[in-house]
């Protein structure tokens, strides 16, 4: 008599599986924000921390409505007050990249000060356009904002 293995059914939340669920998260949307429109598809870090089957998002106060997606650890608890939140910083930075610390607000501040040389952070930008190009999403410019869970695939949520 041959033993058959049995058939492992991957876990579903909202009759969606995680794999399901990540293409539909990381779908281009329109969204709307303080009475404008932006179409963007999130995205999602490369790097899965732990078992990844929880996935996280984390938006800025300086780009909204843009977020980012991110798989975690299953046990993660992102609202504890011991939460550090550089677990998902770092990864998200190192897979989109930051944006320049320093501001100027049009193409005149810009040449101003880079001719002053002032300024370590213009003075590696050839040309506003290119300056202006490291601000965009995906980019990350961190001064603060929102995380929290999308869906957790570790939890014993119903199937």
Known sequence: ??????????????????????AAETKKRLVKHLGSKYMFAPVLCSKILGDG??????????????????????????????????????PLED???CCPEFWVNDAKEFYEVKKQRKCFEVNN????????????????DWHGGHWGTVVNFGQNNPV
């Open 1 to 22: 008599m041959m033993l058959m293995k049995p058939h492992h059914m991957p876990k579903k939340i909202n009759g969606l599986t995680l794999k399901q669920t990540l």
């Open 53 to 90: 089957k929880q996935l996280a998002y984390l938006g800025t106060i300086d780009q909204r409505p843009y977020y980012w997606l991110i798989r975690i650890d299953s046990k993660t608890d992102l609202q504890a007050d011991d939460f550090d939140l550089e677990t998902l910083l770092e």
């Open 95 to 97: 897979d989109f990249g």
């Open 125 to 140: 930008y050839d040309t506003y356009a290119e300056y202006k190009q490291a601000h965009k999403y995906p980019r990350l």
